[in-house]
């Protein structure tokens, strides 16, 4: 039976459901001295965390690392992508909770919420708000995989358009229409609300710049929930100065967090949730589920039965 470093916190309820499951099956625990791992990890070869390059050298026997997260690019290291060792994540496992922090954005922007939280502070009863109808808006969402998928009958509950984009183009249920990074700067002209679920990879490096935000419709608005890098936040900050934009909701930045000078944080057009729009869910269980549906795969040696397998070309 393998060895399992633990790096992130695994409960002894989950300890012992991975006992009762597989016996034999020892653990290492390095979640309270991560400095441990590199000292005395040598015989592991499973990660349930992460492992930073400085430590990979010491992890000769390590085959695979379960990340209890979505976004691993952390993970995808010159080093590690040469050794090839498997990765798993748990991709859409916290995809309620993004979804209904997407809607609430899109909700605050298109009620101008913030109209009336500037009006109570100056103890005015009318605020003059530019409020607006959800309803027969277009969204486009970047990156239609597992929260998109969660995210997109909500927004169609609300009669909200959509238009997706993938890898390949294949169509999504509930999209009008579906492109690929490639073609969809053709698709901009009518886009009411850009929600951005896209990793941070090579291929999406600040994909989202200055000519890509000032083609979007004036007035639109910009949700990105998924890593800072995609966005050109310079660019958005120029877009929103000069009008174009009505707003921005940033669960996440570039850098993360973002310096205390940053101009973000004093921006009256920007809302900043601090990487909250997981909270609230039931990620971390399911999570674990997924861990130990796919710790059983792997004793079986059925690698293509893991679940949430990342493709270190794609990023997730």
């Known amino acids: 039976m393998p060895v399992i470093a633990l790096v992130s916190k695994m409960s002894d309820v989950q300890r012992e459901a991975v006992h009762a499951a597989y016996p034999g099956v020892e653990f290492l625990d390095f979640s309270q001295e991560r400095d441990g791992l590199a000292a005395r990890g040598r015989a592991a070869e499973i990660v349930y965390g992460n492992v930073r390059p400085a430590e990979l050298p010491k992890l000769p026997n390590l085959k695979w690392i379960h990340a209890g997260w979505t976004g691993v690019e952390n993970l995808l290291y010159p080093e590690m992508l040469e050794r090839g060792v498997l ?3 748990t991709r859409g ?5 993004m979804a209904e922090h997407v809607v609430a954005g899109l ?8 109209a009336f939280r500037r009006a109570q502070a100056e103890r ?4 003059g708000s530019q409020a607006s109808l959800l309803e027969g808006s277009r969204a486009l969402v970047l990156g239609v995989g597992a929260i998109g998928r969660v995210l997109i009958p909500k927004l169609a509950a609300l009669g909200v358009r959509v238009r997706g984009v993938n ?3 294949r169509a999504v249920d509930g999209c009008d229409e579906v492109r690929t990074l490639a073609t969809v700067r053709e698709a901009l002209g009518d886009v009411d609300h850009l929600i951005c679920l896209l990793p941070a990879t090579k291929h999406t490096r600040k994909f989202i710049d200055e000519p890509f935000l000032h083609a979007l419709k004036p007035g639109a608005s910009v949700i990105n929930v998924s890593r800072g890098g995609p966005l050109d936040e310079a660019a958005l900050l120029k877009l929103l100065d000069a009008g174009h934009l009505k707003g921005a909701l940033l669960d996440v930045t570039d850098p ?10 004093a921006h009256p057009k920007v809302l900043l949730t601090g990487h909250e729009s997981p909270h609230g869910s039931k990620g971390g269980p399911l999570g674990f589920e997924t861990f130990l549906h796919n710790l059983g795969r792997y004793l079986a040696g059925d690698l293509d ?4 397998r990342v493709d270190p070309e794609m990023g997730y």
């Open 87 to 89: 990765i798993t994540n």
């Open 93 to 97: 496992q916290v995809a309620p909770a």
């Open 107 to 114: 909700l605050y922007f298109a009620r101008d919420f913030d």
């Open 124 to 127: 005015r009863w009318r605020a």
């Open 167 to 169: 890898t390949d183009g």
């Open 256 to 265: 993360e967090p973002p310096p205390a000078e940053s101009p973000l944080f």
């Open 305 to 308: 039965g893991m679940r949430s």
